[in-house]
């Protein structure tokens, strides 16, 4: 969408953008003919409704790449706007014509020119757009719309983007509407994370999807599942191999079936130590989301079966959203499943585990029945009395480029900043977002966090956006200085990229013991593609344990187990905790816990607790730097040296 005139459906449809025009069509009249009103009020009339038409046209024609008929489009619009003196309109048409002149730049450059560097704001180097025709535009374009209304925040940020995109970045913005450089400047040093994706073998494009990373053939390696809207693109798979580089498998573990998806999960559905996928479709489509969800069940040669009808799980209702967790504690793991509906119409559901990888609805036992519209959703023990919480939560509806460039030029929030809620261990929660410096703007889409720099601190990395072109915002990287609070390091780990960014997940790819970032980016029309992400971390010198879980009596994986590491750094002695489980939304981590341990000279305890069981297993003379396993109910700690030792 990209602007007022939009269609109203919320995605491409896939024909031909001319068969969907209307613009041969005449405007309609009522049916007793011409209102009684004098002839220039009915020309005003017929021209605005022209003037419509020419808009949502030109919507189309953008969401199918067709920019430079798109702008044919919205110039027409706009002589018709000044004709008729339409101030809204003129304001409207402007900013979509620098939209989607930016837009155009971005194909010819940023997906064009792909390199490392592509999209990553503040854009430099080798990211500087060679051509430079839509940039320019654009910039002509936010121009004339600011010069007739000064406050438009939207075109103050795009203007400033346009800029970097252009290597003009602050002087050709004026200063009225001009991001002070100050503000791009990160809160804490780091090293620069590079975006590797390609080179490792992660290649293609895609739009909005989710991502997983974990060990999904055994071996001892990660590997990678990305999925897409995108009902022409198949759910794709990655096998990490002993080169470290990643081969796609996709057809041979006959997944190629498998097509859309704009999340996914893996979890061991029927427990037999193989990782399963959950497939959920149809998120932000309304009534056309009515597309079923899929659940693969990983065979023993590795291949993948559609077991969602067996399962009893098939249902045909917009989704993204889902999670996994033993709710009733008997050692397999149960499915929420929240859907965008109120009430009756597509109500969220719980299904319980029979054991053997089918369910059974257990909604109303539980008291989950409709409880609502599902965007994002959690599990969690937040009171620590030995039973799981579920989080649930929507997203608003705003004017999120407005909202973004108020807060960037202006230093204003004239929206919904981002939350941070502390557990008071009273049973409630104490809001400690300023407290910590997390209120800020971003609207995130996706998110994940993990400990990027292994100094016993998790980090947080959200991917930013939203469906309509106009809201290219960097994702953001925010350090955990020392759980007090929250640096924004951006620009210093080169990880802000532009592009709608949605699955995201923390793993250690290369197994060096520092964690890795992945992002899928893409948006929802059919044009709005992007390559996936993968940044490598450089490393900062810290200590860290990785610990794989077997479970006995709980699931297979752990999830849902406790993890404490004791260790001593100086003449401090620190407790760092873990939780096994995805621990993201639009995104997967993987099962494994990686821990970092800053300058740790000695582990003194490594402490699991389980979830079925509800024991504790506790280890000590603990190597640092090492992976190691723990099988409940077994007294031995493993070492983990390679493929090799994994079974």
């Known amino acids: 969408m990209i602007g007022a005139f939009a269609a109203p459906a919320a995605r491409a449809t896939q024909d031909d953008p001319e ?33 419509k038409v020419h808009g949502k046209y030109a919507d189309l024609l953008a969401q199918y790449g067709r920019y430079d008929e798109a702008l044919v489009q919205l110039e027409k619009a706009l ?80 203007l400033n983007v346009a800029a970097t995109t252009l290597g003009t970045y602050p002087d050709s913005v004026p200063e009225q509407w001009r991001i002070p450089p100050e503000k791009l400047r990160s809160e804490h040093e780091m090293p620069r994370m590079f975006d590797r994706a390609a080179a490792l073998g992660i290649t293609g494009a895609n739009r909005a999807g989710g991502s997983i990373f974990d060990d ?39 997944r190629a079936g498998q097509l859309g998806g704009l999340q996914v999960f893996h979890f061991d559905a029927d427990n037999n130590g193989r990782l399963d996928l959950l497939v959920q479709r149809g998120g932000w489509m309304g009534t056309s989301g009515e597309l079923p969800n899929s659940l693969l069940m990983q065979q023993q040669d590795g291949t993948f079966l559609d077991r969602t009808l067996e ?22 793991l149960d499915l929420f499943l929240g859907y965008e509906g109120a009430g009756e119409r597509y109500p969220s559901l719980l299904f319980l585990n029979r054991g053997d990888g089918t369910f059974e609805d257990g909604s109303r036992k539980w008291g989950l029945h409709g409880c609502g519209f599902g965007k994002g959703c959690a599990f969690g023990d937040y009171d620590r009395d030995g039973w799981l919480d579920l989080y649930a939560s929507g997203y608003p509806n705003i004017d999120r480029t407005g909202a973004m460039g108020k807060w960037w030029v202006e230093g204003v929030a004239s929206c919904e900043l981002n939350k941070l809620y502390r557990n008071n261990r009273l049973g409630g929660f104490e809001d400690v977002t300023a407290k910590v410096g997390l209120d800020r703007v971003a609207f995130p889409m996706g998110s994940s966090f993990g400990d990027l720099d292994n100094d016993g601190w ?30 924004d390091v951006t620009t210093a780990s080169g990880t802000g990229l532009l592009q709608k960014g949605h699955g995201v997940g923390f793993a250690d790819f290369d197994g060096d013991g520092d964690q890795d970032v992945f992002a899928q980016t893409g948006g929802a029309y059919a044009d709005d593609t992007f390559a996936n992400a993968c940044y490598i971390n450089p490393g900062h010198g810290h200590h860290w344990l990785t610990v794989r879980l077997q479970g006995a009596k709980s699931n297979r994986f752990g999830l849902g187990a406790r993890i404490r590491v004791r260790f001593a750094d100086g003449d401090e002695t620190r407790d760092v905790y873990g939780y096994v489980g995805a621990c993201s939304s639009f995104g997967g981590d993987s099962f494994l816990e990686e821990i970092g341990l800053g300058d740790a000279s000695k582990i003194l305890e490594l402490e699991v607790e389980w979830p079925a069981s509800r024991t504790k297993q ?15 109910g077994k007294a031995a700690l493993e070492l983990v040296a390679g493929a090799a030792a994994v079974e």
């Open 19 to 51: 068969k969907k025009s209307c613009c041969h069509e005449p405007a309609a009249r009522p049916s007793g003919g011409v209102l009684p009103m004098d002839r220039k009020s009915v020309l005003l009339r017929e021209a605005a409704e022209r003037l």
């Open 79 to 158: 002589e018709m706007a000044e004709a008729i003196h339409e101030p809204r309109a003129i304001r409207q048409v402007l900013k979509d014509l620098g939209v989607v002149s930016m837009r155009k730049g971005e194909l010819q450059n940023c997906i064009g020119r792909h390199n490392q560097g592509s999209c990553l704001f503040p854009l430099a180097g080798a990211a500087i757009h060679v051509d430079r025709d839509g940039s320019e535009a654009a910039m002509r374009w936010f121009t004339r719309l600011l010069e007739r209304v000064p406050t438009e925040t939207a075109a103050m940020w795009l």
């Open 216 to 254: 999904f053939n055994g071996d001892g390696r990660i590997d990678l599942v990305v999925s897409s809207m995108d009902t022409r693109t198949p759910l794709r798979l990655w096998l990490q191999r002993d080169s470290g580089k990643f081969d796609e498998v996709t057809d041979a573990v006959g």
């Open 311 to 332: 399962a009893g799980i098939e249902i045909s209702a917009p989704s993204q959203a889902a999670a996994m967790a033993e709710v009733d504690l008997d050692g397999d």
């Open 458 to 487: 998790n980090d947080i990395y959200p991917a930013t956006g939203a469906p309509d072109y106009a809201t290219l915002f960097p994702n953001v990287k925010y350090r955990n200085a020392g759980g007090i609070k929250f640096q």
């Open 618 to 632: 506790s280890f000590v003379d603990v190597p640092l730097d090492r992976i190691v396993r723990v099988v409940e």
